[in-house]
């Protein structure tokens, strides 16, 4: 149910509490805070443990929103929280990277590109570890689906099998 998970989410909200837990910033706070959500992933094989990891990490997180920003804390922000959860921590068998529905593995990338813009891609897991395989090896291949090759940077880089417009990170949940 998320233990490690936990922890790595604790300390990530620790170190976005000491920079942003200021009264004066606490949009900061809430911003960083999210982005701490949107950078931890999961598969777990029993569909019960998935919700009781998402819902453990929504509450460590929403006591820390709640300490940090008080009044100003709201339930656009906690929404956008269980949306990004729901895409992060998922059901399924990494060994044969499938979901519990028999549907590959799919993550989604959030990334912050300015201000509260982020921009979100999707990957298929399956390719992100060929990427990992290729990299370690070193080795060129002709060609392998979902990936292209730059030569400039002499690395592997997944192809997303999804893109997203670059979206106010309060509005995430509209996308589907």
Request: one cysteine or more.
């Amino acid at each position: 149910n998320g233990n490690f998970l936990v922890e790595i989410l604790r300390r990530k909200l620790g170190s976005a509490r000491k920079k942003y837990g200021r009264p004066l910033l606490r949009a900061d706070f809430e911003r960083a805070s999210v982005q701490a959500v949107m950078s931890i992933y999961g598969v777990e094989l029993l569909a019960d443990n998935t919700e009781a990891c998402r819902e453990r990490l929504f509450d460590i997180w929403n006591d820390a929103y709640c300490k940090v920003c008080g009044a100003d804390a709201n339930e656009q922000c906690r929404n956008v929280v269980k949306y990004i959860l729901s895409k992060n921590i998922l059901c399924g068998d990494a060994l044969n990277m499938k979901q519990a529905d028999g549907s590959p593995i799919i993550f989604a990338e959030w990334s912050f590109i300015g201000g509260s813009l982020v921009k979100r891609r999707n990957f298929e897991f399956a390719t992100l570890l060929k990427v990992s395989e290729q990299a370690r090896s070193g080795q060129i291949p002709l060609e392998v689906q979902g990936v292209d090759y730059d030569e400039a940077k002499r690395e592997f880089i997944p192809k997303s099998v999804e893109e997203y417009p670059p979206t106010d990170y309060r509005r995430l949940c509209e996308h589907g």
